[in-house]
């Protein structure tokens, strides 16, 4: 599976992208085959201001043969953004994969 990681607003550290690969990556391995792609967008809505639930993580994930799925999640840390995210993504695809598998 492939992801594919960009961000808005701030340059993404190594640490940052092992972020994602862990927690995208463990919450969607047993979608592995079923997916032709994930997109991971990270922003930082306030830049160097902060503020409460200024860091987004967005993520779509590509079915194949299906309409891409889309979740976002804010919070105060970037870190908290992604596990967040990667939960949510996690649960639609399974819901989306009970209901086609019947």
Known sequence: MKVEISANGFTTTDAIREHVHTQVGSALDRFENRLTRVEVHLGDTNAK?????????????????????AIEHHADDLYDAISEA??????A??????????
């Open 49 to 69: 201001k902060g503020g409460p639930d200024d860091k987004r993580c967005m993520i779509e994930a590509r079915p194949r043969g299906a309409q891409p799925i």
């Open 93 to 102: 695809l399974t819901k989306k994969f009970e209901r086609t598998d019947g």
């Open 86 to 91: 990667a939960s949510k993504i996690q649960r």
